[in-house]
């Protein structure tokens, strides 16, 4: 297996970067080959796999072969010549933006190759100081910046004008469930099921696909349109929904924020009790870390929310498809009779609003809006859409 075969859905990308790839390989690479690149796509196309496959085939003799020590340090994260910056990391300030911008002038020690791959570009926005600009104008000759970010809007324009851009699209349904049978082993039935659910989010569909919790948290989600009888009971399915999705997030925050906290005073040297404590002498560090673990929370728990409402999404797209064409086929095909009952009390225009409802939802959540309004609110205009 290749480091290209991650990528599902595409092909038109894929081979722009292995162009790009086979010049980067030439003494002399030709404009197919850039210094700086920003791989953008919707939330589960690929864009971090993308922008490791395209480090890795840098660093490959072979082009990505997926097999070479190369490949496998670069998978590993022990490769010198291929450095990635993870979105988990909260601390990103201007010492780590020039420590990078210094990684990427020196000279490759392996190969022709020393790639930085940023996971999270948007979040250099604040660090856009002039060191990493210049750099992402005038690298070193064997140096290369990958960026990553949802679309090249997300960054400075003064970043991303410098960078060559790539755009995944969202990966077609029968090719994700396609990559979930032929990488992952599942069942056929299964992958259809789990592609279809995930709406073309590789990650998703595979979470759907391999762990059956993921699949009861699924259906629990697709519940909750019934539960809206009364407005007291919009507000407690609303409440649940939050805390559920709070709890889904500490169970993947507290072992990270733990473990930041372990590095941090590592840093600052163990040991020590009172005024002397590690703690202590790390003190301006730790409120630091403390506010970019917060910020983490955040993000974690506005992704957590958004593929609830992008999961309901999917179930009013189904009623309003079924309203329209009986034999048409569904996102949710396992819970048709359900969405038949749903259509006996709905029109389209119903679900229409409500489709608009899990929209402005979305957006709300986007910018930064109260979660628990923001799923009472929804849970009231399901249960009884306003006219707008
Ligand atoms: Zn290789």
Redesign the pocket.
């Known amino acids: 297996m290749t480091v290209w075969d991650a990528l599902v859905g595409q092909s038109d990308v894929v081979e722009q970067l292995q162009r790009a790839v086979a010049a980067a390989h030439e003494t002399d690479p030709g404009p197919e080959m850039t210094h700086a690149w920003l791989i953008t796509g919707p939330p589960g196309s690929g864009r971090s796999m993308a922008a490791v496959a395209f480090a890795?085939a840098l660093v490959?003799?072979?082009g990505?072969?997926?097999?070479?020590r190369?490949?496998r340090d670069v998978a590993s994260g022990v490769h010198s010549d291929v450095t990635i910056v993870r979105p988990e990391g909260v601390i990103f300030g201007v010492d780590q933006t020039r420590g990078l911008v210094g990684r990427v002038g020196v000279l490759p020690s392996r190969g022709d190759w020393n790639v930085i791959v940023i996971e999270d570009a948007d979040r250099l926005n604040e660090h856009a100081d002039n060191a990493l600009l210049k750099s992402l104008e005038e690298p070193p000759s064997r140096g290369v910046w990958v960026l990553c970010a949802p679309s090249p809007d997300d960054l400075l324009p003064t970043i991303r004008s410098r960078c060559r851009v790539i755009r995944l699209r969202t990966p077609p349904i029968p090719e994700v469930a396609d990559f979930l049978v032929r990488v992952a082993g599942v069942d056929p039935a299964l992958a259809s099921y789990a592609a279809r659910a995930a709406q073309g989010h590789v990650g998703r569909a595979r979470a759907l696909a391999l762990d059956e919790g993921e699949r009861v948290r699924h259906q629990e989600i697709l519940r909750f349109p019934q539960r809206l009888g009364s407005v007291a009971a919009c507000l407690t399915a609303a409440a649940d929904v939050v805390a559920a999705a709070r709890l889904r997030v500490a169970d993947v925050a507290d072992p990270m924020d733990a473990d930041d906290l372990a590095q941090l005073l590592r840093n600052y040297g163990e040991g020590g009790t009172g005024a002397g404590s590690a703690k202590v002498r790390a003190g301006a560090a730790v409120k630091e870390q403390e506010k970019g673990q917060r910020n983490r929370r955040r993000r974690l728990l506005r992704d957590e929310l958004d593929r609830v409402l992008l999961d309901l999404l999917g179930l009013y797209r189904d009623l309003l498809v079924l309203l329209a064409d009986q034999d048409a086929s569904l996102i949710n095909e396992e819970l048709r009779s359900e969405i038949d009952r749903m259509a006996a009390n709905v029109d389209m225009v119903g679900a229409l609003r409500r489709i608009d409802a899990l929209g402005r939802a979305r957006a709300l959540l986007a910018a930064d809006g109260n979660e628990d309004l923001v799923f009472e609110r929804l849970a009231l205009e399901l249960q009884r859409p306003q006219v707008r």
């Open positions: 890795t490959c003799p072979d990505g072969c997926g097999t070479c190369a490949c």
